[in-house]
Nanobody, 125 residues
Framework: QGQLIESGGGWVQAGGSLRLTCAAS????????MGWFRQAPGKEREFVAA????????YYAEPVKGRFTISRENGENTVYLQMNGLKPEDTAVYYCAADVVVIPKMSEMRHYDYWGQGTQVTVSS
């Protein structure tokens, strides 16, 4: 049974930076697309960023474009989310997700079966 372990959340002032890490283990597939989603209090979970298994294709939600960068080690099922220029509206629980997902569908939650436990990111104004 595959697992996803997230780390790197925390508290930061507006304008600051955080780096989230997600490590996948126990998965039989080596072609996992990986993504980050977030859920703020009282809101639905939403897409943040995703990266293809090769690392060549990345997608970002509009609110984070230019501020967040998703990356992964070559051939590894470890993904990073570098978050710069954080804003109070970025405050949420951030979830890592992984599965064999075709590139055009990587932003859609319903295509991911594997999820991490979530890590809290709090940005104060």
């Amino acid at each position: 049974q595959g697992q996803l372990i997230e780390s790197g959340g925390g508290w930061v002032q507006a304008g600051g930076s955080l780096r989230l890490t997600c490590a996948a283990s126990g998965h039989t597939s080596s072609t996992l697309a990986m993504g980050w989603f977030r859920q703020a209090p009282g809101k639905e979970r939403e897409f943040v960023a995703a990266i293809s298994w090769s690392g060549k294709d990345t997608y970002y939600a509009e609110p984070v474009k230019g501020r967040f960068t998703i990356s992964r080690e070559n051939g590894e099922n470890t993904v990073y989310l570098q978050m710069n220029g954080l804003k109070p509206e970025d405050t949420a629980v951030y979830y890592c997700a992984a599965d064999v997902v075709v590139i055009p569908k990587m932003s859609e939650m319903r295509h991911y079966d594997y999820w991490g436990q979530g890590t809290q990111v709090t940005v104060s104004s």
